[in-house]
């Protein structure tokens, strides 16, 4: 027995916005102030932060979206899982290589070819954990002068391990804040 494909769902408007503004100014939607963030906190937040993506992946309604083309609860879980493997990719570069240069990664492409809509809440939820968990890891090892390693995006942006850091965990906030969780 064969199944038939499921139709993707619709397309969202991709999320072209540079939002690296966020590391000098609070967010207006979630509230994120990233200047108030210790760096040395940053992997103990990123395990506070996970539970609260386990409970929203666990909702009735996890697979539904508000609106057709605005993310689901799952869709958007997916994406943090995929956040904190891509971060941690960088992160790592940071450490080990001088200003390396990030590879591109295209987070609405990533939504259609991986089939966010498709993958499995309870997946979700476990390898959200894992990956938050291997991250926070990393960053409970940075030390010192290592905070202020660089590295670069394609478009030219510059952060330090700190700003990184603090880039990441609005990515993190926001969407909680996007799923009301």
């Known amino acids: 027995m064969t199944s038939e494909p499921q139709d993707a769902p619709p ?3 991709p999320d072209t916005k540079d939002w690296t503004w966020v590391l000098d100014q609070r967010c207006p939607e979630c509230g994120f102030a990233a200047p108030d963030v210790e760096p040395t906190d940053i992997g103990a937040t990123v395990r506070t ?6 409970g929203a992946l ?8 508000p609106e057709p083309s605005v993310w689901s609860v799952l869709e958007y879980g997916a994406h943090v899982r995929d956040v904190h493997l891509v971060f941690g990719r960088r992160l790592v570069a940071m450490l080990e290589h001088d200003d390396p240069l990030f590879e591109n990664w295209d987070q609405d492409a990533a939504a259609l070819a991986d089939r966010y809509d498709l993958q499995s809440p309870a997946v979700v939820a476990t390898e959200l954990v894992d990956a938050a968990d291997a ?13 202020d390693r660089s590295g670069r995006r394609s478009n ?12 990441f965990l609005h990515d993190v906030i926001h969407h909680l804040h996007d799923v009301g969780a």
């Not at 991250?135 to 905070?147: M, P, R, S």
């Open 11 to 13: 397309e969202i408007e």
């Open 49 to 54: 932060l996970a539970p609260r993506w386990v």
């Open 58 to 65: 666990s909702r009735s309604d996890a697979r539904q979206r």
């Open 135 to 147: 991250l926070a890891d990393e960053f409970d090892g940075v030390t010192g002068e290592a905070w």
């Open 156 to 167: 030219g942006s510059v952060f330090t391990v700190r700003t990184l850091g603090q880039y």
